[in-house]
């Protein structure tokens, strides 16, 4: 949606408004104890069925909440919101709209203005997986010694897999008896691919080459050595067609590479490749759970879709949360974003949000291509709050870069080992309270007199010990990790990505970026290899590297 009508963002009224009260409000500790701290808890948090948004200890007062709104109506986010479940062209710049909210529309559910026969598509396609899954499962469908598949690897990169890898793994204690074991291999070095080739039967692998353009150099260099291995591997005349599994936009490609028609699962240009994993992008996560538990998997989605359609701003979970990012983000200056689940296997939620909002949110113009004046995404990592409290976290806690915090913890504990019960919690819990009210000079002074440290000692240690707090985090609790909760907080994020691209009026469809770095490695290749010499007119920095590479100095 261009937005030539709407005044530059940074001149926008609300915009101001919200500039001028962060003065105030930066490093703010909101008043979290007593009655005043109940009140607090009670108006700056939101619920959804059982799924928990605590954002009271933000530095956020009913003001600044209500200019967010204000900006967000001034942007004109429910009309985008509209836009984008209608099916209006929203990638502007590849003129397609971005449906992947369709795919995981249940039978009946309205569907939207101009996706009629994306919908038909979509049901094809989910009903073949359907039969796929389930022939997998009863051992009909095998390899050249008719034995029943073992083993599945996907290989597929980028949104290709990490959607697919952070559900198989958040779901393991869902995989299904019958079903083969899931892996994943993409990297351009082969490391991968060679380690599970060592260790895997060939007879018994199936292999799903997952790309959307089916041209990506890493998936298909993967593919290739996958394939030579299966052919050096199987007796001569072995069908090994019937190993290969294609899911892609391009059609002509599967059959290029030889994947049988049957075997083939199309996806469309309008699903963009990190908001794909509804789509039979999601293939393995079915393989591994069942289509059972694929179809909760789906209407998690789908419920955070309706909410997130439906829902009025105020209470709209994605809604506020991306107002909030654009609160600490253009406001209070923390432009690295640090997500922490406390949940074993959601180790790989990190890596796949990464991908989602910083290939969104990485823009530097605006709609009307007019280079942006205020920041746009923040840097994204993350890892398991346990093993983040014993790695980075100290930079959290008193480093000098305003870090945005996203504490992420189940209810139900995640391993049944009563020895953990609330363990996970309660830490999640403690980093949260202490980021936010650290330890002050006299705390720490008493209690370094109780523990007889001289003053000489004390002076000189107070200031390296104290812990400033102020420090703001959310905390999303989910009732447990199943493939509905999963559903619900993967739409949760790729909603709130797409608020805060409205509010910048960037598209979060795009990526343009990545397109350069891929043509230069076309080009060094020969190079590397040395089978050329380096384009005279190479820079003098890859020309040495490139030596230095190939041994020559
Ligand atoms: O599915 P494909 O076409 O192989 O692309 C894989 C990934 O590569 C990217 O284009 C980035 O290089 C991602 O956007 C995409 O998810």
Redesign the pocket.
Known sequence: MSDSAVPRLTESAAWQALGARAGDLRGWRPPLKGTQGEQRFRRFSLQLDGLFFDYARQPVDETTRDLLLELARERRLPERIRALFAGEPVNATEGRPALHTLLRAPEGSAFPVHGADARAAVRTELARMTRFVDRVHRGLVHGWDDRPFTDVVNL?????ELGAAMAVQALSRFHQREAPRMHFASGSDGVQLEDLIRRLDPATTLFIV???????SE?LLNARAALHWLEACAPEGAHLARHWVGV?ANEEGMARFGIPEEQRFRIWDWV???YSVASAMGLPVALAVGMRHFQDFLAGMHAMDRHFEEAPLPVNLPVIAGLLQVWSINFLGAHTHCVLPYHQRLARLPAWLQ?LEM?SLGKRVDSGGRPVDYHTGAVVFGETGFHAQHSFAQLLFQGSCPVAVDFLISREDASGLAVFHGVAQAQALGQGRALMTGRDRATLAGEMIRAGVDEEQRQALLAHREIPGGRPSNTLVFPRLDPYNLGRLIAFYEHRTFVQASIWDINPFD?WG?ELG?QLTRALLPAVTGETDPAADLDASSCGLIRILRGAD
């Open positions: 597929g990169i980028g949104g290709s997952a790309s959307k353009s089916f041209t990506t998936t892609s963009g490749g990190r991908q290939e990526q990545v891929k």
